[in-house]
């Protein structure tokens, strides 16, 4: 699939670099969209033209994004929302998910909540533990943290506002969320002055759909399988798609072949329930790419 339909323009991409770089990078990928590094890494080639790749961190794409000097590039919503960012939002990959949370030693709470006394609030991100200070009307004083933030109860902190994960780190340290501050995951963000630019947008749109094409097909399987004419009306009666299945007489009027993009998390369910309403020959196949 061309990813840049516009030759004359070249966009400039950043990706993340750190813990969500990989999952950016195989989803570039599977879009036809290699990344080759160089000797430093932060500056690699990509396989297709008219596209100028840069490695940042994510809250610096952020900014750059904001000021322009970037076009497009992958963040995390978290980060757009500390740094109150305007940017357009383009596409949720789904990918790294996680929620900024606020946390406290289990000790510290009265019946499963924050205690109703002057409270010290660290975090590495000052906007978004300010706001959530002011949403639950409490009397606290903040700490900028650089780092290592679950460490700081209960003797430097009695909250703390950070990126949870798994739970694990929190857990480790004895502490418990009281609080889910917002949702985040990896996106792909647009400068508001590249969306301006005719050619730009036209070449940003055609990367983000490659991109949204690539994601529908990790959620759907090609599901192919052959019926006799008696049982034909209670598969295709059972049988999900995405508008209606491909449906062709099979030689000799033995039947029919049927072919549809199905959801993968149904084919556990699926594939005995086609089985017991005559389903034969069935088979399961990956998509690379789909386009509705």
């Given at each position: 699939m061309t990813t840049l339909e516009s030759p004359n323009t070249?966009?400039?991409?950043?990706?993340?670099?750190?813990?969500?770089?990989?999952?950016?990078?195989?989803?570039?990928a599977?879009?036809?969209?290699?990344?080759?590094?160089?000797p430093?890494?932060?500056?690699?080639?990509?396989?297709?033209?008219?596209?100028?790749?840069?490695?940042?961190?994510?809250?610096?794409?952020?900014?750059?994004?904001?000021?322009?000097?970037?076009?497009?590039?992958?963040?995390?919503?978290?980060?757009?929302a500390e740094k109150g960012a305007d940017l357009v939002e383009l596409l949720d990959t789904g990918l790294d998910p996680v929620q900024v949370v606020a946390a406290a030693p289990d000790s510290l709470l009265?019946?499963?909540?924050?205690?109703?006394?002057?409270?010290?609030?660290?975090?590495?991100?000052?906007?978004?533990?300010?706001?959530?200070?002011?949403?639950?009307g409490l009397d606290a004083n903040f700490v900028r943290s650089y780092g290592a933030t679950e460490v700081f109860p209960?003797?430097?902190?009695?909250?703390?506002?950070?990126?949870?994960?798994?739970?694990?780190?929190?857990?480790?340290?004895?502490?418990?969320v009281v609080d889910v501050v917002m949702s985040s995951s990896t996106r792909v963000y647009a400068s508001r002055k590249a969306?301006?630019?005719?050619?730009?947008?036209?070449?940003?749109?055609?990367?983000?759909?490659?991109?949204?094409?690539?994601?529908?097909?990790?959620?759907?399987?090609m599901l192919e399988l052959n019926v006799t004419d008696d049982e034909f009306e209670r598969v295709i009666a059972i049988l999900p798609a995405m508008r209606e299945p491909t449906v062709a007489p099979l030689h000799g009027g033995a039947g029919y072949a049927i072919k549809a993009a199905v959801p993968r998390q149904d084919l556990p369910t699926l594939i005995p329930l086609l089985k017991a309403h005559g389903a034969t020959d069935i088979v399961v196949s990956r998509l690379e790419q789909i386009v509705p």
């Open positions: 070249t966009l400039r991409l950043a990706v993340p670099k750190g813990r969500i770089e990989a999952g950016v990078t195989n989803l570039l599977d879009a036809g969209i290699r990344l080759r590094s160089g430093r890494g932060y500056r690699p080639t990509a396989s297709v033209p008219n596209l100028e790749v840069k490695v940042l961190k994510p809250q610096n794409i952020v900014e750059m994004l904001a000021a322009g000097t970037r076009d497009i590039g992958f963040a995390g919503a978290d980060w757009v009265v019946d499963g909540k924050l205690p109703d006394r002057p409270l010290v609030v660290a975090s590495e991100m000052e906007r978004l533990a300010h706001t959530w200070i002011e949403s639950r209960p003797e430097d902190a009695d909250v703390i506002v950070d990126i949870m994960d798994t739970g694990e780190t929190l857990a480790a340290n004895g502490l418990v969306m301006e630019d005719p050619e730009k947008k036209r070449a940003i749109d055609g990367l983000v759909l490659s991109l949204r094409s690539v994601l529908e097909a990790r959620h759907r399987a």
